[in-house]
Structures are given as C-alpha cells and as structure tokens.
C-alpha cells in the first residue's frame, strides 16, 4: 500500500525541517535549495515550518503542558515497589515534603491499605541528616496522637534508599466543605461537624503540635456505619514541635514547610512565629468558607506582595455578606460574624485563646446562649433575650438606622421648605416619639420597622390631625423613606396624602407642594410609570423654575430626575439637555455637582462615548469622596451608582481588570447602605452577576445572580420587569455551560412572568423569544430558532416605531439564522434591511450600525460573487478602525472584526491580506 | 456512569498487544468514562483547588482499570489510550468553557464548573485540537506524542518509554509537530 501523497509530503518536509534546524541560520537557504530538489512547495513549507518553529519558541507555545501537575511521572519509580513491609501501589498526591502513595503490606498480613508517605529530599529541602532528624521528630509527635478525628500514624522507617517514610490511616473522605454542599448541610449540621475539627485540633494543642496547615483538603469527612459524618484531620507532617526538649534545636524556627495562603493567618504569611494561635486563624477561615460558601480573601492569581498586605491589612467581608443568599445571610448575621471575626483576628492575641475556647463559644450559640465573643452590652443581650422568645424578629439596630435616616430627611426637609425652627421641631419630635414606641423597654415587643413606620403613619392620621402642615411634613418624610427602603406602594401612599395636604393648604405652585410632587415623581420613575412621572416631574419644574431653593439646588434636582426619566424613554438627547442645565446650574452655585456629573457621564457610557464619561465619572467620584469620610463613602449609595457606572466605562474600554473591583465596592456599599433585601443591592449583584458570566466565571455569577433573584423576588415578587430580566440572565449562564434545557426553563419562566406583567403582545417579550431562540440555534434547532427570532422581529415592528434600534437587532439576529440555514439570498436582504433601519435609528456612523454592516458583509462573504466580496471590504475596512479606535484590537468586537476580513481575503484568495488580519488575531 | 469491569479492561489490552488495533479504540470510551469520575472525584477531594494534576488522574485510572496481573507493556498501551481520552475530557471541558463565545453545539462541562482553564486557554485547547486531528491524519506518532506532552504532561523520557522510542527521537517528533501546528493555528485562527 502506497502511503498517501499528503503523508508522503509531510514526512519529507518533516525531514528536511528537521535537518535545516540543525544547520547554522545562515546556510538554511542553500540548504533548502538542495534538499528539496526544485519542489517548490516542499522548499515553502520547510520554509513556513522554520519561521513558526522560531515564533514557537520565542512565545513558548505548547511548552507548558496544558495543566500543570505537581511532580506526577509517569512509571514513578516508587510505584510498585517496597517500602519496608508495604508495596506502593498507587501515588494520590503531593504533600509539604514530598509524595504520597497508597499501599498494602507486601505479605498481606495486613488487609487495609495505608497511606505511605516518601519524603523527597531535595535542594529546596536542605541536606538530609536534618531532614531525617526532623522526621524523626515528627513520628515522635505523631505517634503520640490518638484521638478519633486525627489520622493515626502506624508505622515509619527509611527506605534502602535512605529516603524516610511515614506510615499512615488511609481516608478515603471528602474535603469537609466540599462534604456540607453535596449533603446541602444545614448551619446547625455544619456547626457540629466543625465542632469535631475543633476538638482535634484542642487534642493536638494539648500535646504541643500545631498543625500549621488547616484547610478542606486536610479536613476529611467519611460517614461511620450509621452515616453520621466522622471528620479526620490529615498531615501533620508539617507540625513543629512547640515544647522544648527536640533534639533539633533549629526545628522551631525552621521556615521549611508548607502553609496555603489561603488558610495562612497574617504571621504565617509574614513568616513570623507560628503558635496554636495560627490553627486557630485557620480553623476561623475554614468556619467562614464552610458556613458562607466562599473564602474570605480571593487569592488565585495574585502576588505573594498582594497576598501578604490582603492577609494582613484587609477587613474581609463577614461571612454573612457573603453569603449567596439573604436567608443565609441573616442566619449568619450577628453571633456567627462575631465568632468567625474572632477567630480570624489579625492579632495573635486578640484571637481566641485556644481552639476549645472556639468550640466553646460555638456550643454556646448552638444553644441559643449569648456568645462570649462579644462584649456583652446591654441592647446585645436584650437582642439575644428577643431572639430566644421571638424568632425572626427585626434587630433593634435596624429600626433605629431607619429612624435615623428618617430623622436626618425630616430635618433636611424641614430646612429646604423653610418652615419656621418650631414646626420643624415638632416633626422631630414626633418622630421621636415613635422611635420611643419601638423600643422593647417601652413595654412593647420588639417591632420591625415596616411596622414602625406604619405606626408612625396611622398616629399622623389620628395625632396630628388638626396641624396638617406637620402631618403633610411627616408623610413627606415617611413616603420618601419607604421609597428608599424598596417599598414603594407604601411609598406612593404616604406621599399621595403628603400632596393632598400640601395641596390643600398652598395651591399648586408652592415650594412644598413642588417637592411633594417630585418625590412623586422620582417614585413613579422608578416604578416605571412614565406617563405619570411625566406628568408630576414637569408641574415640579414649572414651580421650580421660579423658586430654584437655594443654589438652586431644588431646581436641578428636578432636571435630575426628568432627565432621567428621558433617559429612560430612550429620549437621550433631551436627557443630556436636563443634565447639562443641572450641571451647569451646580457648577455656578459652588456646591457639589456631583449628582449631575454622575447622570451625565453615566448617560455619556449609554450613548458609547466612553472617555468624556469617564472623565465626568471620575470627577463625580472624586468629589464623593472628598466630601465623605471613609465610613460615610461605604455606605454611599450615590457613590455605589457612580463606582457602578465607571465599571461599566472600563469594562467597554476593554480594562476588565478594573472593573470588578469597582462593582464589588458598589455591591458591598449597596449591601450596607440598603440592607440585604433591597432591590439596589439586587441590581448589584445582577450586574456583577453579569460581568462575572461574561468572563467565564460561571459558578461564582450563577450564585450571584441567584442572589439577585431571589433579592427582587423577595423585594416585588413576580410581579416585577426586573425578575425576568435576571431570569434571562441566569439563562445565558445555563447555555455558555452547555445546559440548555436549564436555559430553557429560565426561559420559559421569564416568559410566564413578562406575560403576567403585559400579556402576550408586548415588544418586551421579544428580548425573552430571542434568548429562546439562541437556546434552539445551539440544540442545532434552527427552524424553532427561526420561528421565534421571527415572533420577536413581528412584535417590535407591530410595537415599536417603524425604524427602532431594536428592529434592527431582531433583523439582524435573524438574517444570521436564515443564513446559517443556507438561504442566503435572503438572509442578505434582512441583513441589508438590519442596517438600513439602524441607519435610520441611530445614525450611520454609530457602532451599533456598523456592528450590523460586520454581520451583512459575513453574509456577502458567504455568497461569493466579486461584487459582494467587494461591498464585504468596503463595509469592513471601514469597520476595523472604528472598532478599534473605541475598543483597542484586543476586544471580542475587534477581533470578530479582525475575523471577517481574514474570511474575506481567504474567499478572495488573497492569502497576503488574510494572513495579515489573521496575524492580529489573539489567542481564539 | 458505570465502571467498567477490570478484567474486560485487561482483555482488551491483551487483545491489543495480540495486535488487535481495534481493541485500543474499544478500550477508549471506558477510559474516558473513567477519566471524566476521577476528575471529579479529584476536583472534589480537592475541593477549591485550581489545578488538575493530568498525570496522577491517568495513573489512577490505570490502577482502577486494569487487573493486578496486567502486564507492564500494557501499561503502556494504556498510556496512549488514556492520552487520547483525556485529551477528549479536557476538549470536551474547553468546548463547553468557549460555548457562549463560539454560540456552537456544546456538551456539558465534564468537569466541575470551577475555573479550570481560564477562556484564553480553553480557546487555545479548542484550536490546538483542530490542528493536531489534522496531524495526526499526516502523522500519527507525532500526534500522540503531543497528546501524551500537551494533555497529560509527560516528559520527553516518560513519552518515549510509552512509546517504545529513543527519546532523542521524541524530542524531534515533539520539535517538528510543534511548528506544524503553531503554523496550523495562526494560519486557521
């Protein structure tokens, strides 16, 4: 048989390749010429394969193995053989000193099979006599430990080699985290199972061995006969003796030896000295991680430098703020944050005493008693005393932050109308006095503050029924404290009376009744209501025109917020008109312009002009921050919008590396500024839901944004745009993983709910057919894919106005469809109109239309002829620097860009041109 | 999933050394299986880690499958189906990884979903696959020595003691395929 041509060349170039490395670079061409007598395509290829061989090396392509591994050989010598009475029969890892194996006696005198471990001596390890006479020392230890939660030492020796090994209790467990997710163990369960952690490590404290190396995969968990979990604590191998009389004197100091950054307690990391005080730091980091689901500190991918400072500097956040979901989250909250917190002191000294006073301290909260953690102050124990008798009830601290906060808006409110100093007093006192009412020393249980605030509003009605300035002045004050907690029928309830009453008593046009009518406003904004915030944001302006307040800060809040409400009506540049009138108008008083720079620039990134955005959202930023003190700018909400809106800036100029640390202060300043359940801090994590799916990250953006779900489901149930929203989100996740019929269900139940909210024919429900429709073009069901691509082009073109952007996206979306399914004919006609309507929409040098130019010269591409191929290079060599003047060539748009025209050259041909786009492709 | 038995694993490499190049391809979706639990159950043992020591994984596979009287020149056979098959885990795992970019078919993350690979890489695995199924139609040895280098971390001496070659000639087999497919990917990118 007749090797094939193709083999037959390959092998000859593969010669011929090989021979001319060998060559000095100089002679390669002569070289060439006679080796491949006159084949010129074999002289091309060697030529080809020598000019890729030197890019490979200098890139080191391929030269790491896909995954590192750490020290795994193949036909590991140790394998199969002896070890005193024991035949390694298999190798399960890496330890601080070198291998682990599985084994079995030799003999079989013995049926279970032992854990063997070979210390590898090695450079990095120092000469071996120490080596031998620390583990030495070691087996002395270990030998000495006997307790039903730590590994058992059996036995020890050294090889003929001279190589010492350890003889040990083979787990065949699960890590202990990972053991509480897969049973979906409860805190309680959780608590215990950590109780037994405790306890070993107490044991192992008081024979003086620290085990300086605590972490999940140490942690084992099996299940005894009765399948109740039985931890066992693994490797020792790194403990050092705490107690005089070693033989080594060195080994106390000696530095050699594992630690995991992330269990590593700040003096570890700083290679400080390490006492019983370390396992209890690691022994709080593995509480935090088993009951938040996630380590305090993210570490993968960082410096040592940065590890160090993140270890020993940065708070991290407590365990109930990071936990995935807010019924977690309050469970946590409290005693669990405390104990955790103190155990992961910073301070060796501040830490618990021992890993008993730990458990100890645990026992206590298991049982309902206050935690010692804590000094116990009095609102504390009171809180503690609720607790036990009430279950659920609302923390006191929460109603008075509300109070507070409800106070600080009376008194603002009270200065901004220029009512007279008593009649603001009498609005805060009456305040006061409700506060009074929900203390439990007043004789009352304990309330939430829901129903505080509603206290507060019924005795407005009945106490101050005959003074209708100070009721008006508190149910102003109490309808924009509802809207800020997310409550906003309440809202809309109490600041519809604040306005009857305003009206009442000063007529339209009066500063008050002005107010009233743009907190309104505001409300029915956020409530979606257009047409009425309309209608109440321009009778606000009409008064406030001609009573500014002063520096006209009244005036440009108004703009403020009807400039949002066109943002929201896709009106931009009647938006960019208010926000500059407002801008201007706070520029001129002096006073901070912060509001508006922020809504401008954010405004500035909708309409893609990043960098004049990014120089008002820096501004914005800046000028937050002066006025705030580092506890007042963490819990900012407008901070939180305008760190929120400079992610996003980043995130479209292609830094992506900036853009998480900024969404995660905006989510942690939201978390504090608004309380776990608040729909603000469900937009966060939608967001950085969002951002993390979009890197890749999946796991980590599906419990965010499941956060984010339940957030709003708890906040507006169902009955809200913002749930399906985040329903289509999760979606996307579900199909990047390849789970379709998870998307599917995603959904199919973002489509239940948008029907809920605006029946079967709304253009809204056109963004849920599409992402549908993605699902069934990735099932390889294209015609479904079609079908529903067509529903939601037929609802926004019945809807929307003839010539909106988002036509041309169901256009667009479609036309790629049908061209998958070969009808390029018309597929191009689609595509033609895409771009025709986006023309007409958005204008012809926007993005967004030369974005749909990209996906209509892929489709002329397709067809081939000379004059679509023509038209293809036009549209694309107008795309290219478009596209990377406002992206840089390293973003996906660039690249698929960047893609296209190597297709085009390659249809043409042209293998010059393609080769010179293709060279500016990275990775993909 | 179901473990195959070992002897029906052992058979098969007898048959393999008898000459029956079918019975490696049979053997291979009983390694991939395998391969595709122990990844997991490595990934769960280790809980957050972030890496998958290849190597180990295959050896684990090889104790798990094979009968204790396998003889050692099978061992190698095995080596070269379990390269193969766990490139197709860790194909199947940067698939999946790439889907949302390359809106294709994908198959459900074999692995955990945890960061394995980040997308940059995952993208490279998809391309270098590409590349080296063209290779290997041209070059069989050259495609499985970088399935045994790339996909399961070998050394020159390991890949060669699997293959039954010199390592000198591993080195130039390694040397050749490697600028055969960086050429390869720049040019399909």
Known sequence: MDPHPDTTHHQRAKALFLDALDRPEGERDAFLAAGSVGDDALAAEVRALLAAHDAAEATGHLDRPLLDRDGGAFGDPAVGRAVGPWRLTARLGEGGMGAVYRAERADGAYERAVAVKLIRPGPDLGAAPPLGRRLAAERRILARLEHPHVARLYDGGVTAEGAPYLVMELVDGTPVTAYAEARGLDVEARLRLFLQVCDAVAYAHRHLVVHRDLKPSNVLVTEDHAGAPQVKLLDFGIATLLAEGDDDGGARTCTVGAMTPAYAAPEQVRGEAVTTATDVYALGVLLYELLAGRRPYELARRTAAEVERLVCEAAPPRPSQAAPDPALARRLRGDLDTVVAKAMAKEPERRYASAEALAEDLRRHLAGLPVAARPASAGYRLRKFAARHRAGVAAAAAVAVALVGGLGAALWQAHAAQVERQKAERVSAFLQETLASADPYEGRRSVTVEEVLDEAAARAGAELAGQPEIEAAVRHTLGTTYHSLGRPAAAARELERALALRRRLHGDAHPETAATLDALGALALDRADYPAADTLLARALAVRRRHPGPGAADLAATLLHIGALHQAQSRPDEAEARYREALALARRAGGGPSAALAHLGTLLYEQGAYVEADTLLAEAEAALRRRRSAEEQARSPRLAAVLNARAWVHYYLGAYDRVQPLLDEALAIRRRAFGPGHPEVGLALNELGWFHQDRGRYALADSLLREALATYRAAYGDRHEDVPAVLVNLAAGQRALGHLDAAAAYLEEALRIRRALSGDDHPDLAYVYNNLARVERERGRLAEAERLFREGLALRRRHLPAGHAEIATSLASLGQVVQERGRLAEAEELLREAVAVSRAAVGPDHLDTIWHEVGLSACLTARGTPGALAEAERLLTRALPRYEATYGSASPWTQRVLRELAALYDARGDRANADRYRARLTGT | ?189
């Open chain 2, 1 to 189: 999933m179901t473990t195959p038995a070992p002897h029906e694993v052992t058979q098969l490499l007898a048959q393999a050394r008898a000459g029956d190049a079918g019975a490696l391809d049979r053997l291979l979706p009983l390694v991939y299986a395998e391969l595709r639990a122990l990844a997991h159950r490595q990934r769960l043992r280790q809980g957050a880690a972030e890496t998958l020591n290849t190597t180990a994984l295959v050896h684990e596979a090889y104790e798990k499958l094979a009968h204790a009287g396998t003889a050692w020149s099978d061992r190698a056979h095995f080596f070269r189906v379990a390269a193969r098959a766990m490139r197709q885990v860790l194909v199947d795992y940067a698939r999946a990884r790439t889907a949302a970019k390359r809106g294709g078919d994908a198959r459900p993350l074999p692995l955990d979903e945890a960061d394995l690979l980040p997308l940059e890489r995952a993208n490279e695995v998809v391309a270098l696959d590409e590349a080296l199924g063209r290779l290997s139609a041209l070059d069989p040895r050259q495609g499985e020595v970088v399935e045994l280098r790339y996909f399961v971390g070998l050394t020159i001496p390991e890949t060669a003691e699997v293959l039954g070659l010199s390592p000198a000639t591993v080195k130039r087999e390694w040397t050749a395929a490697r600028a055969w497919l960086y050429r390869e990917m720049t040019r399909a990118a």
